[in-house]
Structure formats: C-alpha cells, structure tokens
C-alpha cells in the first residue's frame, strides 16, 4: 500500500508531502556524526519548501548556533501553482505582518531567510526570521531561484515526486552538495545511476524505510522505499556487509527458499550469477553478480564495485564484455513466446527451454582485499 500511495502520487502530480522533524533530524546527525563541521559557514538552501510549515526551516533555524551554519533561505511555491485542493488561507504569521499582501499571497512564492540577529536578543534561532514576496512563483527552475542556489553550498529539501528527475539535474548541474528525499526506484534513472556508480551520489545515513507524511490537508500518507540522496559523507556508507557466508553455506542454510538446496542460477545471456537478496551475497565467489537494487542501501565502495545495470541495451552493444546474445532461432522463439522479452533483461533458460526473465539488476563484483 505504501509503494502504491507513492506511485498515485507521482500520476496525479498531489505530491505536496511534509516531511517530519524526526526524519529530518535523524538523517542530518548521520552527517554530523561523520563531520561535526559539515554544515559550519554554510548557507543552506532549502528550495520546494514551505517555510511556514516546514519542518526544513524548522530544524535549520532552530539549530542554527548550534551548527555554525552562516545563512538559510528557504522559499516556497505559491499556491495556485500547486495542484492539491484545499481551501487556503494565509498563516496568522503572514496576515498579521506588515509585508501582507492580499494579492501577491496566492500568486507569488515566499522567502525566508535568517542569518542575524534580527530581534537583538544575543541569538539567532528561528524568531529571526525574515521573509519576503518572490519576484514570480517561487519555481525552482526560474531565474530567481536559480540565483539562489548559485549562492548555497548544500540544497536540502524534499522535492515533487512528479518533478524528482528534473529537480534532481538542476542540483548537479550546479554541482552542490545536497540531500534531497526520493522514490529509491530512481535510483536507476538514467541521470543518477551513473553518479551512483561513480560514487557522486549515494543513499542518505537513515537509509530506505517507509516514512510516514504530512499532507496539506491534515491527514498522514505513508510512502514505502523512500530514501534520501545526497552527496554528504556519513559513516554508514562505508561499512561492509557483515555476517555474509560462502556459497556452500548459503545453500545449506540461507533463510531464502530461492536459494536453499537449490544454489545459485546462472544467467544465460550474462556471464553472472543471480543473488535475490542481499544478505546472500557469498564471501567466497570473486565473480560478476547481479544483485537487486535493494543492495544499494548496504553498498560499500571499498568493499564492492558497481559494474552497471541490466536492462540497458547501449551498455551490452557498447561496453558489456561478458554479455552473450542468443541464437538468431533462440531469439526469435523467445520473443514469439514472449512480447515482453527483451534480450538485455537477464533471464535463465528452464528444462522445457523457456527463457525465465529477472527482475532488473544491479551487476557487481567483489573488490580485492
């Protein structure tokens, strides 16, 4: 059901999720605990937000000493450009204020920014706020914005899942350290998965796990296999699997039916073995295997290394140097028998010789001790 709220979400573009304080503080002390000085003399950019609710300005503003940081914007969207129906009513904090504009309120986005002392009382938390009316919507992909995350040293945020994959470009295309929440399913995306086997990103401290959230409307949405991406260092990233066995071991005790007294599947069109799960991965086996995206969520990089992906049909013509193609006939019956078959899924042959196709794959090998 989770997995499900989060991909209706992705179709109907509702994707105005609050994320809560909780998440937000667990996965920033990852960051702290590897490098208490990570986020010292920073600004912070915190973009889709909504400074007024936000649990992002929040957490930023309230431990702004605390951190060292050196400026927080955040800025918000207006609200006729987003697409939840709620009625809306302007915060008691913006009616209240003097900059209140009846007209700019629904149009334009909003800006806060703290990084003074604002009310003179020696400290600088979130009563020193200021804010302001944006110049156009508060998009991320206008100018205004843009100027903004030019000035930032780390962007923060939880973006429209409908918008991830372009507001994913617009951080790297800034090349800025950042941690942003998202469907892990991207990581396969043709525009992150490269970074991710280039070690340019990689899944946030808190790891993947279904996160309950705050919609405008007051009620709470579970989402499953959400996850932070980020480029910041924390400590659980460079781990190692632990408490793995070899492959005998495995076949005779592995908790997992597809592999115990069975062994593990070779594939017929790659020179791999298949591991469904990641705590199967056996110590003894230096060769190529595919493993499922799940793996990237315990993945070490001194410990493993990131060939590529399946399904990527570039890749086998191009680069693949242990990938085999079927015969003209095998290939022809293997379609015929199945329209959904495609060369480049990894796929094993039964007795009756029917091609067996896997889910995708993330190919990996052993890096050498």
Partial sequence: MANENLSNAKKSKNDEFYTQYDDINTEMNAYIEYNPDVFRNKTILLPCDDPEWSN??????????????????????????????????????????????????????????LERDKNNDKKINI?????????????????????LRDEADIIITNPPFSLFREFMNWILEANKNFAIIGNMNALNYR???????????????SGVVAKTYLKPDGTFQKMGNTCWFTNIEHGKRHKPLENLTTMDGNIKHSKHKEIRGKGYIHYDNYNAIDVPYTDAIPTDFDGIMGVPISFLDKYCPEQFEIIWRSHDIEWVDS???????????????FKKADKTWRVQIPYMVDENDNAIMFYQRIFIKRKKA
């Fill in 56 to 113: 992002f300005t929040k957490y930023f503003a309230t431990n702004f000493e605390l951190l060292g940081i050196k400026k927080v914007i955040s800025t918000s969207y207006a609200v006729e450009s987003k697409n939840y129906k709620v009625d809306y009513q302007p915060s008691l904090f913006e009616e209240e204020n003097e900059k209140y504009d009846a007209a700019k309120t629904r149009i334009k986005g909003k800006i806060f920014v």
């Fill in 127 to 147: 009563d020193d706020l200021e804010w302001n009316y944006l110049e156009g919507d508060g998009d991320f992909r206008s100018e205004e914005v843009k100027l």
């Fill in 191 to 205: 525009e992150i998965f490269p970074n991710v086997k280039e070690n340019k990103i990689w899944i946030g401290g």
């Fill in 319 to 333: 680069k693949c140097d242990f990938f085999t193609y079927p015969s003209p006939e095998r290939l022809a019956k």
